[in-house]
């Protein structure tokens, strides 16, 4: 029976990768933010003015927005969710 599992010291540069991803996470969050914040305002502009091309098009920003943010927050625990599946087959 082969027992692997993952090694966090087995090559260098590892614990700078994850600051890197880290990293990432967080510009992507504070994009997140950014892209809803613009959105909302691209919702309002376009239902204030009766444009529903405009309004729509918000609307699917902010629904984008979440959607990343949310991605962004669950992406460890998803992955170690998925991990721990394969490990059960």
Do not use: Y
Not at 12 to 18: A, C, K, N, S, T
């Amino acid at each position: 029976m082969i027992d692997i599992d993952p090694n966090g010291t087995g090559l260098p540069g590892i614990e700078q990768l994850r600051t890197i991803v880290g990293a990432i996470m967080t510009v992507g969050l504070i994009l997140s933010v950014l892209a809803l914040i613009v959105s909302a305002i691209i919702w309002g502009f376009g239902a204030n003015s009766s444009n529903p091309h405009l309004a729509s098009r918000g609307k699917v920003g902010v629904l984008v927005s979440c959607g990343a943010a949310i991605i962004c927050g669950a992406s460890v625990t998803l992955i170690n969710f998925f991990w721990n599946v394969g490990q059960s087959v």
